[in-house]
């Protein structure tokens, strides 16, 4: 069994192979290290390795690893679905949020972000695959709550965010990826604060990235498989 330093080194060199592939510059698509579930050994473990950014899944989750790491000056991204009764919290303590699809959640966190402190960046979550049951907004909703956010004082938009489609199909990956990356280049264009396309996980990093991602988000290459949560514990 490879030991989580392993996996970490054997991640981020799959990143970086990716890059130099598609021809992209060295260093132009940052690891997102999912955390989700995991205890904080082992993301006191994986930030000894030089990793910053992490990200999670569940608003209490995620608080309490923020709280409890705070020495660490780590960054932390909220991944996840937002209850809108949980906005406070997120807005008090991570650092970016990738999952913004409704002007309530996005006005909420604006409002609840504390003064003094740099403005939360976020991500618009985009339903690249059309799935019915999936979250994000549809590519004509981008523009409206892209506007929105450009005017939240406490918000810097930072790009778009997309769940690709659970496939092995590689032509509908591709598509839907480079759906993303299309709209993502037009929002770039409009809005200078726009640097960041977050798509690509453990199972499809590297086509990802060959598409144009900026952020891959990596749980399980990382830290191993995870049981899953059950509702409650959200
Ligand atoms: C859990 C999760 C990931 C990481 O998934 P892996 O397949 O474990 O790499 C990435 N993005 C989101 C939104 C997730 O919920």
Redesign the pocket.
């Known amino acids: 069994m490879p030991t989580l330093a392993e996996r970490y080194a054997a991640a981020y060199d799959q990143v970086q192979v990716a890059t130099q592939k598609a021809k992209r510059p060295a260093g132009s698509v940052k690891l997102l290290a ?1 955390s ?1 579930t995991k205890p904080i050994a082992d993301v006191e473990a994986v930030a000894a390795l030089g990793q910053v950014d992490f990200g999670e ?1 569940y608003a209490q989750e995620a608080v309490e690893k923020a709280q409890k790491l705070a020495h660490l000056g780590l960054q932390w991204h909220f ?2 679905p937002i209850q809108s009764n949980k906005t406070r919290p997120l807005a008090e303590h991570m650092s970016w949020i990738h999952t913004i699809e409704r002007d309530k959640i996005a006005r909420r966190l604006s409002d609840q972000r504390p003064q003094g402190i740099e403005p939360l960046n976020v991500c618009i979550q985009v339903n690249a695959s059309s799935e019915s049951q999936k979250a994000g907004v549809s590519i004509a909703q981008i523009s409206e709550l892209a506007a929105l956010i450009d005017e939240l004082p406490n918000l810097k938009l930072r790009g778009l965010m997309a ?1 690709v489609e659970n496939t092995t199909d590689q032509a509908k990956l591709g598509q839907q990826f480079d759906l993303m990356a299309q709209q993502y280049e037009w929002l770039k264009s409009h809005y200078l604060s726009v640097d960041t396309l977050s798509m690509g ?3 499809d990093l590297a086509q990802a990235i060959q598409h144009g991602s900026t952020m891959v ?5 990382i830290f191993g498989a995870r049981q899953p949560k059950t509702s409650s514990e959200q």
């Open positions: 999912v989700k899944n991944i996840g769940i996980m453990t199972q988000r990596v749980g399980t290459a």
